[in-house]
């Protein structure tokens, strides 16, 4: 069975500053992760994604994630924060062979002024 | 072109009640998904449609829950007896054809069991 932890429920950090937000995943086979964003009252947007090509992965609004398998980690990362960041977070793993994508619990990520 | 669209866009029923709610999916789109989001949580994967066919219903909770997508593109999602544990936002998503690629979702449907 496949699985994401997302470390850290909610992030605070200050406009300009670096965002990091944490996931790790679990999988038997080689995984399909993605990071998602869901404004308030929105619906689920897709932020990256990694499906076996480059490990660095560019996404929208200036963020990147990295696979990294030795670590099973699949960090998002911003190099500064803007108001508009402020959302939540939700990283999620899938397969090839496997269409049930697991989402992790999420990250509120809050942008200070 | 338009989104995945949900409805109703809320939904308030009484405990033992029957509800049907509906996904429109991106036009062409031959992978359809339903998940649960309860409050706090990250969504919870419940089917998975591609054309006609559930090809993968392991997340329904239990036997209340019933999907369909009779053609290939619409979707209902069904509830029967429903409880108050039921009460969750429940969201639809379509994908080109599965796996890989994007999954599009819609804005859910928020459904309060009394």
């Known amino acids: 069975a496949q699985s994401v932890t997302q470390l850290g429920s909610h992030v605070s950090v200050s406009e300009g500053a670096l965002v990091l937000l944490r996931c790790n995943y679990s999988s038997s086979v080689p995984p399909y992760l993605f990071w998602y964003v869901q404004y308030p009252n929105q619906g689920l947007q897709l932020l990256l994604k990694y499906t076996s090509a480059a490990t660095l992965v560019k996404g929208i609004n200036g963020f990147e994630a990295e696979f990294k398998k030795s670590e099973t980690s699949f960090h998002l990362t911003k190099p500064s924060a803007h108001m508009s960041d402020a959302a939540e977070y939700f990283c999620?793993?899938?397969?090839?062979?496997?269409?049930?994508?697991?989402f992790g619990a999420g990250t509120r990520l809050t942008v200070k002024p | 072109g338009a989104g995945v669209s949900q409805t109703p866009s809320n939904k308030v029923t009484e405990k033992g009640k029957y509800v049907e709610l509906r996904c429109d999916p991106i036009s062409g789109h031959t992978a359809l998904y339903w998940y649960r989001q309860s409050l706090g949580q990250g969504p919870e994967f419940l089917i998975y449609?591609?054309?006609?066919?559930?090809?993968?219903d392991s997340g329904l909770p239990n036997d209340r829950f019933f999907a369909v997508r009779p053609e290939g593109s619409v979707s209902t999602l069904k509830i029967q007896r429903t409880e108050r544990g039921d009460s969750a936002v429940y969201l639809c998503a379509s994908s080109l054809r599965g796996g890989r690629h994007e999954q599009f979702f819609g804005p859910g449907t928020r459904l309060t069991v009394l």
């Open positions: 449609f591609q054309g006609t066919g559930a090809a993968d």
């Open positions: 999620a793993v899938s397969s090839y062979n496997n269409n049930d994508m697991r």
